[in-house]
């Protein structure tokens, strides 16, 4: 069994700039063959995702707007993905967002508004287009997401982010139940803490990752190519018996007390 997904076409969902986790995850798919389609949420990263997509050199990759809040442009950007290339086999999610004041001090300091965004675009997002992506997964398919720890334990400042991962989580497990009798796999990457541009602003993300460094099982940070390279591995048929499951990819750092 070979790891190539040539042939086959997945829609990345969350590329912002070279840094971002669905960029890694890019990257591992094109060089297994993959062709791509590529979402992003607003006009305000369009010129860097397309100029990121351009250095692929790969004429077959699309570029589509795709705002998770708004219900006609998911409908819509999966009609135009239809279109242009007709069955896809895989979906990777890789979107979150959360007021800044809501990720850090007190949890319990969030307010009606903030929860429901940190839910709505973090969590039920991953429902929305898990259905929409479903009606182009006619030859089966496999959904991958992104997630942490902070979802599971409690883990300072992540706040009302955690509560939103972990029903991402059971969405997770709740998708893979509904889709398994259609040859749909759902699962999710829980990734050790990245440099990326939602992770910039974190106070002390330094010490985060030195914590890592020192105390997590394999001593180092968690890179894109190693999420990347897991997220492939979900892609293929190498795991094809795998679906409802939560892949840590942090160095060990979750099995520790
Ligand atoms: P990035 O900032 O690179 O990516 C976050 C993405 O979320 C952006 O591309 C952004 O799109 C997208 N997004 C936000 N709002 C919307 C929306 N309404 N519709 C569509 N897309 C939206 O950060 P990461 O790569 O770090 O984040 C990717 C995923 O990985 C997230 O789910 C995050 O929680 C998870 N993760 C990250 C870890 C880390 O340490 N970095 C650790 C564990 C999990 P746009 O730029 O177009 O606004
Ligand atoms: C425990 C931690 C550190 C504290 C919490 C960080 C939470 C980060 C997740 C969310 C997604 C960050 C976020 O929404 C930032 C926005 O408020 C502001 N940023 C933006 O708007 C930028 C421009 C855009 C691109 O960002 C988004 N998201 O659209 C967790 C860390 C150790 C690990 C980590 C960073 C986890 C994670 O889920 O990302």
Not at 34 to 63: M, Q
Not at 147 to 152: A, D, F, Q, R, V
Not at 154 to 159: G, I, L, T
Request: glycine share 8%; net charge negative; with cysteine.
């Amino acid at each position: 069994m070979q790891l190539s997904l040539q042939g086959k076409t997945y829609v990345i969902m969350g590329v912002a700039n070279k840094r971002s986790i669905a960029w890694g995850i890019a990257r591992a798919l094109h060089a297994a063959g993959a062709r791509l389609i590529f979402t992003y949420a607003g006009e305000r990263f369009e010129n860097e995702v397309k100029k990121l997509v351009a250095t692929l050199e790969d004429d077959t990759a699309l570029v589509l707007p795709c705002d998770v809040t708004k219900d006609e442009e998911i409908a819509s950007c999966f009609a135009q993905i239809k279109e242009k290339v007709g069955v896809i086999h895989g979906v990777a999610h890789c979107i979150a967002f959360a007021n800044k004041e809501h990720l850090e001090g007190e949890y319990m300091n969030v307010d009606r508004e903030g929860f429901l965004l940190a839910h709505n675009i973090s969590a039920y997002s991953l429902t929305a287009v898990a259905k929409a992506a479903k009606e182009l997964m006619t030859e089966g398919g496999s959904i991958v997401t992104l997630t942490y720890l902070g979802g599971e334990r409690v883990v300072q400042n992540y706040n009302v982010m955690g509560v939103a991962k972990a029903s991402l989580e059971a969405s997770v497990k709740y998708l893979a139940n509904d889709l398994g009798k259609y040859g749909i796999r759902v699962n999710a990457i829980s990734a050790g803490p990245i440099r990326t541009l939602s992770a910039k602003g974190v106070g002390d993300f330094n010490s985060i990752l030195k914590e890592i460094e020192e105390r997590a099982p394999l001593r180092r940070t968690t890179t894109q190519e190693e999420v990347g390279d897991t997220a492939l591995f979900l892609f293929s048929d190498l795991s094809r018996g795998v679906t409802g499951e939560i892949i840590h990819v942090d160095s060990g750092y979750h099995i520790l007390a």
